[in-house]
């Protein structure tokens, strides 16, 4: 049995007309669940409404001010933390480099430069197996196999945006 026309009507509460009334009534001798969710639904409109202590708006917003200076204050502290750990690991791994620069000064230069030097000869080799990678890439490849790889790296971020966009759009606090 079909019943989502009639829970729909139950819920929304618009008002019917009669031949979609004589339907809804025939279906609520029928099915069990629908007359169930017509009963809850009758009984939480004629329930009586508790009007809020007088105040209620103020101590609200209150605590909401309350609560969003403690996140505030988290937030602080966290960073504080994550700031001073940050600054004690530097501080512990940097603390030979310190000694040794304090020690022997020249040395410290002379192996620094060094370092520089094979960092910027790796990232030369690096670019260069890189740069053949790419003149061969274009060859060793069917022009179909390029169409098909960039259409799923088109699809992949079109699915990421607007997945993002969706997350991006969700609604928050109380929805009337």
């Not at 007088?54 to 505030?72: H, S």
């Not at 670019?127 to 060859?139: H, T």
């Not at 993002?164 to 969700?170: G, K, L």
């Amino acid at each position: 049995m079909n019943c989502q026309p009639f829970e729909t009507w139950l819920l929304d509460d618009k008002t019917l007309n009669p031949a979609e009334k004589r339907e809804l009534d025939s279906h609520l001798r029928l099915c069990k669940t629908c007359s169930a969710l017509a009963e809850t639904g009758l009984a939480l409109r004629s329930a009586r409404v508790a009007a809020p202590r007088g105040g209620f708006v103020l101590r609200f917003q209150n605590r909401l001010a309350a609560q969003k200076l403690a996140e505030r204050r988290r937030r602080l502290w966290g960073l504080i933390a994550l700031l001073a750990s940050g600054a004690g690991l530097f501080a512990w791994f940097a603390a030979p480099l310190l000694s040794t620069i304090a020690s022997n000064p020249v040395e410290w230069a002379l192996s620094l430069a060094s370092y520089l030097l094979y960092i910027f000869s790796s990232l030369q080799a690096i670019g260069g197996v890189i740069g053949v990678f790419i003149r061969m890439l274009p060859d060793f490849l069917p022009p179909y196999a390029w169409m098909v790889i960039l259409s799923a790296l088109s699809g992949g971020v079109l699915l990421w945006v607007v997945s993002i966009w969706r997350f991006a759009r969700r609604p928050q606090g109380v929805l009337a």
